[in-house]
């Protein structure tokens, strides 16, 4: 399964913490939950890791404390939201994030209270005001959050796992400069053709599974705003072996551009400009 995410915004007092509580309770009986909390403070006074605050001190840029039981706490050092949630993502159904208001890449967002969001997926005054079932409705029409990671994680639970002698993969990412004299990009930012896209994207997958010797293949391409040097697209091919990987992943990618219909506005310090990478015949720029 995928991982998809809700995060939940609003000020301090708006019962945000009760509502990740109740759609954590619901979401459980569907898959594994992860949550994530922002927490407004020095990360080391958050747990009562002695040790391993005095190893903080003295360099160490993550630190763990495990219990003989099995039960642990992390801090550490320079940890993004999105380094918290590509993590997850290889390991949990659902992820649950509370705050991160205007950080992060863009989340599928409960807003509560006056939170300035922008298509919040349900707006309340408060968490109580919240019905749980509305915002699982809505979670089910929503992009899952992958990774290179999650997608080998997920590729390697295949039937034909035991035959595979190779897992290739392509990541495509928002490359900044052409040449060094270019307007850097800031940003792409991507849409679709929601059914069409999808339809196209899973043909493309059957097609290139059914050759000899592939095994597994998993297409994911990102919408919405992909900053510069963030990851846009993703194939990964198991098969028996590294020929038949290495071709299939060349194969999917290049179809996968030239087939799939998606608009791209490439935003940059100078301005920006929408292309259609469908049927244009030509390399886009900013993205291998």
Not at 64 to 91: K, M, P, Q
Not at 148 to 167: Q, T, W, Y
Not at 257 to 271: C, D, Q, Y
Request: one cysteine or more.
């Amino acid at each position: 399964m995928c991982m998809k995410v809700i995060r939940v915004v609003g000020p301090s007092g708006s019962g945000k913490t009760t509502l990740v509580e109740r759609l954590a309770r619901r979401l459980t009986e569907r898959g594994a939950v992860g949550t994530v909390k922002h927490i407004d403070c020095d990360p080391t006074l958050d747990t009562e890791g002695k040790d391993t605050a005095r190893h903080r001190e003295v360099g160490a840029v993550e630190t763990y404390g495990v219990t003989d039981s099995g039960e642990w706490f992390a801090t550490g050092a320079d940890r993004t939201l999105s380094d918290v949630l590509d993590d997850l993502a290889v390991s949990c159904d659902y992820a649950l994030v509370e705050g991160y208001s205007g950080v992060g890449r863009s989340l599928p967002t409960v807003a509560l209270g006056d939170a300035d969001v922008e298509n919040p997926l349900v707006a309340a005054p408060t968490g109580d005001d919240v019905d749980v079932g509305t915002v699982l409705d809505a979670l089910a029409d929503v992009d899952p959050y992958e990774t290179l990671e999650s997608l080998v994680a997920r590729i390697k639970e295949s039937a034909d796992a035991d035959r595979s002698g190779a897992i290739a993969t392509f990541t495509g990412r928002v490359r900044e400069k052409e040449s060094p004299d270019d307007d850097p990009t800031e940003f792409l930012e991507f849409e679709r053709y929601d059914e069409v896209a999808a339809e196209k994207m899973e043909a493309i997958r059957e097609e290139l599974t059914a050759r000899d010797g592939v095994f597994e293949v998993l297409l994911h391409h990102r919408t919405g705003v992909v900053e510069a040097g963030e990851d846009i697209v993703f194939v990964v091919v198991l098969a028996g072996h590294r020929e038949e990987a290495f071709e299939t992943v060349e194969d999917g990618i290049n179809r996968l551009k030239a087939e799939v219909p998606l608009f791209k506005k490439e935003v940059t310090v100078s301005g920006e400009f929408w292309a259609h990478q469908h049927d244009t015949g030509v390399e886009q720029p900013n993205e291998d």
